[in-house]
């Protein structure tokens, strides 16, 4: 029996003494079931909504449900795949966090054999649950049962059921009864029957206990009377002979039980009693020549939930090698679900469990069913109507294989895997709480059952693979409890209590994890708990007092084990290990009384024990988790802080202290000589409520250097701004440094602040102190940040009368105090009067400042004869006037005191005022910091809307009047400028450039794009007339860059731009403008003539003239002529190309015909190299017969001075040479390449491919099966094997010019690629997929028959040759030679013809020589080997 869901007690099975004691209070149940109801137990279980996480997927109603002879009478193959028909069942939402990747059991093998388990591990869960089982060995039943095999001849045991008595079947066909002491109560039957019937292969008791259910390996069935050993009924032909019986199950009717026998057949039986005769009625219920059930469970309820409304169903479900079924048998049969499993290892159990738990505030049963690896968990309801509605919930992903599954509680689960190790799981949360190894069990195996080996083995070879690993007999569960039946004892597992599973932890010394488990008992978050009743505050109660005995165990602990000698640092680490675990129990279980009473004078036994606990408690302090300790602590905090030097962590302790209880004097003291200013101002305030002794304290520091004009130092200013701070602090109603001052002391706080701020005379003050020195200090310290303190306490300020009178007030004392002191700076007075303008600007303003005092302070800031600080006057003024100020003065006068004391950015905000915005190009052009700026500001106003006509003419006006200070100022800004806004009035603008330096940078800027500035030339519209007046101009001041940018250049006249350049003598450029043009022999001739004249030069230049001319100036001048020869010869005749190349032949050869005549020249040797150049250049393009024919023709080497000439004809017949050779060695390589190129080709496409397996990778049915279609199947070289009807359907096929291209549908969805472009190729394994060989349907995968169409187009590499290719460049392991041969020929022509090739790719040509990997092979390319 795999499961006879139960309800159990979670008060039972607390700590025993002994096996014997334990098994007593375990059976023991009938009387403690009244305790707690089934339903009171599930509503602690699951009633917490919050908890619940099920997702339900609503499996949809239909409309007629099948009959149970349409179930049975549909094919049952179980080569056949069963496909789910509600998509809901497979959502993908449901997977959980242990999930595969697929949720559907159909796909979690994807029909490959091959694919090895998953091995997702799961982590280590013994650190936070602790052992949640607790196992045990009956060992009064297990000795019985081996002197039972000893004494009588029992033999082994086969099969186990437990109730309120616990029946044990042998293999000579007795069964013993035991009762809850281990007792052996009855042997029912004996081993003559044995010899007969075989084995015992199932047993089942009924709920009352009063009937036992035995079936046998050979068929037959015997009823028992449990109360008197008698037997009842012996049943030989309820099924068909000759099969075993897997199960046999009582229902709730004691008159109802239902067998599975090993033909896969199930059958109802139903006994009656007529006039004193028992005789038993069989009904088929599923037929095993359909599909073989291997497995049943009916739906048991406990007499607590009789009354629910799905009990009247009579559920049963059973599992077959295919599906799950779910049939109702009362009041009539009817099948409510079915559920295909999809492919997976057939040689995996089914397994099936009920149990009924609490989902949505309504108790209802789940069914558990799995076959491999994933379980599926399914509600089932009865809904208004009365029909029965199944939904899916969350489904379990493991990296295990089952073997049996089992209920222990509505929320915990048990699983035992094929390697016999247990797993017990957390349903809802799918965590996984403990793993126990229990192959010291010698489970028993009902595999010879299965086999039916008892009556011949005539059984299916489906149903034998799944009884390899078959258990269903072995293991049973009641009240909470599994029992594990082996060959030689029995085990029962259950569950430990809460404190059990505590004190487990601390036996094995583990008291920071037994701590962690109590605390998730106290707050609810642990997994399958047992003994916490009670509501949460009495649960909380009894976990505490627990904790708190734990606590002063591990404080004992903590003491005890301390390294009594050694260094310091290794107490320290073992109490910071042990001590902050203390702290923090005893704060989360808001116990403070313990912590500082009885935990600290433990610790305090030890002087490092104590300064970790003090240590520990600053995270909370500051976090404000830890309010209100004892004086005594607080004391030995701050005194161990203060010895360990570490003063800021006392500043911030105090300051979230209530150190009403400490010495208030000794704090101030020991605040005030650590600088603890923030500390001694809270001290101050929240114990004395005293707000002006600590202001009155740091004045006193910082007033002296103040006063006396000193630099403060930075203790000094750290003390201002914290003294501003808390002023401003205490004039808002906050407290200092954090949290609020109470309300009714904020009025009086504010009061005390201001009358103190506006004292006269300090206290103790000399005779010589000036009046109110707080202000004044304030002022000197930080004039800014003290009026902005003031602006904010205005902003707060009621208006009534008080306040009114303050803010008067305050301000006639600044004024008296700055205004009348010539001791503060222009910026510091200007501070002043805009914080006065702010205020006079508001809308409720009641100040009353005299207007005569603005303008002082305007004298002040203008005042011409004073030049120091003028931007800070500047800036200061601008503020002032921007802050509302303006209407305290007269415009007009401002302006000109402006102007006068050069306020650029005033004039420029008041002419803004004004519209006046050409004034305003004065301001920017005057003033040298800004007048860069200009350029952006008339941009600005000329293209930014909202500006009227007149106001832009006049700022273009004003420009232009401007226009030659703004072209010297910078150049390209301004052509950009007039580009933009006035390119039709170019004209104008080069009229107004009367400077011609100016003039040519203007033109310069605007016409030649590399000078960087961004304008569409399109929109600049010019005549060619200013192109070369600009040309002109570059001719005049940079000769050297007019052909770079005449290159550039697009809108000018030749004819008229060649007369410049002959007007000022530029011979390269009438060159460069004539070749242009498209004469030729002209440009030529300007350049033969340059090389005359600086041959004729270096020819007639001696030792004493030194080099005026060197010999570079020559070379470059023949290496231009000879690029010009060489650009224009490709589209000359004969004729016309010796008329260039032999007058320059004759020019490079004179100086060397005079060299005998006349005295020797000094560069001989070089010239002849330089003619040598010209002879080179000269052969790609003249015949080299006409080269010989005209220097032996020449006058001078006519008359037989041929040694002169032997040097360049050797040298012309050297290069020819070389050529040759390197031409018949390419020729030689090429061919080698493409020899073995081919061959290999060759071979890769004429290879067969081998399938990985006979059956298509989409619908998993085998190739040859579907022969009523003409169906094509596809194999590729990765070994998947596919029907082509099937890829299509998937959008696996690529149409390329005309031809049907087929890609892997399981490669590409698993490397995560879409659909494959036409020139990719996916690999998968270091094969390519996409090339596949066709076949029909009733033929082997053979090498040939290929069905691919030829396109009418040009031909295309078919996918054959593709993958060929493919693998034949990764053969090569590098770039080819072709390749190699054809980048280098790129630099030479510019109309290459570019080769397939496998090492180019991409749209950009990256270059193979800079790849990282690049090696010049000069050998021959390696054989590859078969």
């Known amino acids: 029996m795999e499961n006879e869901p139960d309800h159990e007690n979670v008060e039972q099975s607390l700590l025993a003494k002994t096996t014997e004691e334990e098994l007593n209070k375990s059976f023991n149940l009938e009387a403690s079931l009244s305790k707690f109801s ?94 949640v089982m607790r196992h045990s060995l009956l060992k009064g039943i297990s000795a019985q049962i081996v002197s039972a095999a000893d004494k009588v001849d029992a033999g082994l045991p086969t099969a186990i059921a437990v109730s309120s008595l616990i029946a044990v079947g042998t293999s000579h066909g007795l069964a013993l009864i035991f009762d809850q002491n281990q007792a052996l109560r009855l042997c029912l039957g004996s081993t003559s029957v044995g010899g007969q019937y075989g084995a015992i292969s199932a047993l089942s008791i009924n709920n009352d206990c009063s009937r036992l259910l035995c079936g046998f390996a050979k068929g037959q069935i015997t009823m028992w009377d449990l109360a008197s050993g008698k037997l009842l009924r012996s049943i030989t032909d309820a099924h068909p002979p000759g099969t075993a019986i897997l199960h046999i199950k009582f229902t709730d009717d004691p008159t109802l039980a239902i067998c599975n026998d090993s033909g896969g057949s199930v059958f109802e039986l139903t006994f009656k009693r007529v006039m004193g005769v028992r005789t038993c009625e069989s009904r088929c219920l599923f037929s095993g020549s359909k599909g073989e059930v291997c497995c049943i469970e009916p739906l048991h309820s406990k007499p607590e939930l009789k009354d629910h409304p799905i009990t009247q169903f009579s559920l049963l479900a059973m599992a077959s090698l295919t599906k799950i079924l779910v049939i109702g048998l009362k009041p009539s049969l009817k099948v409510w679900m079915t559920f295909p499993y999809g492919r997976m290892d057939p040689s995996s159990v089914p397994l099936l469990a009920w149990h009924f738990v609490a989902v949505h505030n309504y108790v209802n049963p789940m069914l558990a069913f799995c076959r491999g690896d994933v379980v599926h968990f399914l509600l089932v309801k009865r809904d208004e109507s009365g029909a029965i509605h199944v939904t899916k919930q969350k489904h379990l992903h493991l990296y295990y294989d089952l073997i049996n599954f089992t209920w222990i509680n509505s929320r915990t689960v048990v699983l035992l895997d094929s390697v016999e190790k247990l797993h017990v799981i957390d349903r809802q949360t799918q965590e996984e709480l403990e793993t126990v190894e229990i192959s010291e069990v010698q489970l028993v195996y009902n595999s010879s059952h299965f086999k039916s080996l008892a009556t011949g083995g005539n059984v299916s070879q489906a149903l034998a693979l799944v009884g390899e690993k078959a258990c269903y007999q072995s293991i049973s569960s009641y009240g909470g409890q599994i029992f594990y039946l082996g060959t030689k004892s029995v085990y029962v597992m259950m569950l430990r209590s809460w404190r059990e599973r505590v004190d487990h932890l601390l036996k094995q010394d583990c008291l920071t994890e037994a701590l962690a488990l109590a605390w998730s008992f106290h707050e609810g978050k642990a997994k399958a708990v047992v003994g916490l009743s009670g509501d949460a505050s009495k649960r909380k109660a009894v976990v505490a007092d627990r904790m708190v005995e734990i606590l ?270 010539s001791d503060f700076t222009p910026s510091q007075v200007g501070c002043l009067f805009t914080f006065l303008a702010r205020q006079l600007a508001k809308p409720d303003n009641t100040l009353f400042v005299n207007r005569t005092l603005f303008d002082q302070v305007l004298e002040f800031l203008c005042s011409p004869d004073d030049d120091s600080r003028h931007s800070e006057r500047q800036q200061v003024l601008l503020e002032l006037l921007q802050a509302g100020g303006i209407v305290q003065f007269e415009e007009s006068r401002l302006i000109r005191m402006a102007e006068k004391a050069e306020f650029y950015q005033i004039c420029e905000f008041m002419y803004e005022r004004e519209h006046q915005y050409d004034k305003i190009i004065d301001c920017y052009l005057r003033d040298p910091l800004r007048e860069e700026e200009v350029f952006n500001y008339i941009h600005n106003i000329l293209s930014i809307p909202g500006h009227s006509a007149e106001e832009k003419q006049s700022v273009w006006q004003k420009a232009m009047d401007h226009i030659e200070e703004l072209v010297s100022l910078r150049p390209c800004k301004a052509a950009e400028l007039v580009a933009i806004h006035f390119s039709e009035q170019i004209e104008t603008v080069i009229k107004k450039l009367q400077n011609q330096v100016l003039l040519f940078k203007f033109l310069r800027s605007l016409l030649d794009p590399r000078e960087g500035v961004h304008v569409h030339q399109e929109l600049v519209q010019m005549s060619p007339c200013v192109t070369e007046q600009f040309i002109e101009l570059l001719c005049q001041f940079s000769p050297n860059q007019v052909i770079e940018t005449l290159q550039v250049l697009e809108c000018y006249r030749l004819e008229e731009t060649i007369q410049i350049t002959q007007k000022y003598q530029l011979h390269e450029v009438t060159a460069y403008l004539l070749e242009k043009k498209g004469d030729i022999h002209g440009a030529f001739l300007i350049m033969l003539k340059r090389l005359q004249s600086k041959l004729q030069e270096i020819t007639h230049q001696d030792e004493k003239t030194k080099e005026k001319l060197s010999l570079k100036d020559v070379e470059d001048t023949m290496v231009e002529t000879i690029a010009l020869c060489q650009r224009n010869s490709h589209n000359l005749n004969q004729q016309q190309r010796e008329a260039l190349w032999f007058p320059l032949l004759e020019a490079m050869m004179a100086p060397q015909k005079l060299s005998g005549s006349a005295a020797p020249h000094l560069h001989p040797e070089a ?260």
């Open 1167 to 1426: 010239l002849k190299s330089l003619t040598m150049q010209v002879l080179n250049s000269m052969a790609a393009f003249i015949a080299l017969p006409s080269i010989l024919q005209r220097i032996l023709q020449d006058p001078v080497y006519g008359k037989g001075k041929l040694g002169e000439i032997q040097g360049l004809i050797l040298g012309m017949l050297d290069t020819f040479n070389y050529e040759q050779t390197l031409l018949e060695t390419t020729t030689s390589l090429l061919n080698q390449d493409l020899h073995w190129s081919l061959c290999n080709l060759r071979a890769s496409v004429t290879k067969g491919l081998n399938p990985k397996q006979d059956y298509c990778s989409i619908c998993l049915q085998q190739y040859k099966r579907r022969q009523e279609m003409a169906d094509e199947i596809i194999v590729f070289s990765c070994g998947h094997l596919y029907h082509s009807f099937c890829l299509q359907n998937k959008e696996c096929t690529i149409e390329t010019e005309g031809q049907t291209r087929w890609t892997c549908y399981k490669c590409s969805s698993s490397n995560k690629v879409g659909k494959l472009n036409e020139n990719s190729s996916e690999v998968k394994k270091g094969k390519t997929a996409p090339s596949q060989v066709k076949m029909s349907p009733s033929c082997h995968p053979s090498k040939g028959d290929s069905a691919i169409k030829k396109a009418v187009s040009e031909p295309v590499l078919d996918p054959q040759q593709i993958q060929a290719f493919d693998q034949l460049c990764r053969l090569y392991r590098g770039s080819s030679r072709l390749a190699l041969l054809t980048e280098l020929s790129q630099n030479r022509s510019s109309e290459s013809y570019r080769p397939f090739s496998g090492s180019q790719s991409g749209p950009a040509f990256n270059s193979i020589f800079q790849n990282e990997n690049f090696q010049l092979q000069l050998i021959p390319p390696p054989v590859t080997e078969d």
């Open 38 to 131: 089934y339903i009171d137990l599930d509503k602690e279980l699951e009633f917490k909504n919050d908890l619940i996480d099920d997702k339900e997927f609503d499996i949809p109603q239909v409309d007629t449900p099948p009959t149970l002879e349409s179930i049975l009478n549909e094919t049952d193959d179980e080569e056949e795949s069963f496909v789910l028909e509600d998509p809901t069942l497979l959502n993908i939402d449901t997977i959980d966090s242990h999930s595969y990747d697929t949720s559907s059991v159909a796909s979690s093998d994807s029909g490959d054999r091959t694919n090895l388990k998953r091995k997702k591990k799961l982590p280590d869960s013994f650190s936070l649950h602790g052992s």
């Open 552 to 821: 002063f165990h591990y404080a004992d602990r903590a003491l005890k084990k301390c390294p009594d000698q050694g260094k310091i640092q290794v107490m320290e680490q073992h109490f910071q290990d042990m001590v902050p675990v203390i702290v923090d129990y005893c704060l989360l279980l808001e116990r403070k009384d313990l912590l500082f009473s009885q935990m600290y004078d433990k610790l305090s036994e030890n002087s490092v024990a104590k300064g970790v606990f003090l240590e520990c408690l600053e995270p909370y302090i500051l976090s404000d988790k830890l309010v209100g300790m004892t004086p005594q602590v607080m004391k030995d905090l701050i005194v161990h802080f203060q010895d360990k030097k570490l003063m800021e962590n006392v500043e911030a302790l105090i300051v979230h202290m209530d150190i009403t209880s400490l010495d208030i004097q000794q704090v101030v003291l020991m605040c005030w000589e650590n600088r603890l200013y923030d500390a001694m101002i809270y001290v101050y305030n929240r114990g004395m409520n005293e707000f002006i002794s600590p202001m009155e304290k740091l004045f006193r520091v910082i007033a002296p250097p103040l006063n006396a004009g000193r630099t403060l130092t930075d203790e000094q200013v750290v003390m201002g701004n914290k003294l501003l701070v808390y002023i401003s602090c205490c004039l808002a109603g906050r407290a200092y440094p954090l949290g609020d001052i109470p309300e009714d002391l904020v009025p009086l706080v504010k009061n005390q602040v201001f009358e103190f701020l506006i004292r006269l005379h300090s206290a103790e003050a000399s005779p010589e102190e000036e009046i109110y020195p707080y202000v004044r200090t304030l002022l000197h310290f930080d004039t800014r940040e003290f009026l902005n303190v003031l602006a904010l306490t205005f902003e707060d300020f009621k208006n009534d009368k008080q306040a009114v009178e303050y803010q008067q007030r305050i301000v006639d004392i600044l004024l008296k105090v700055m205004v009348e002191n």
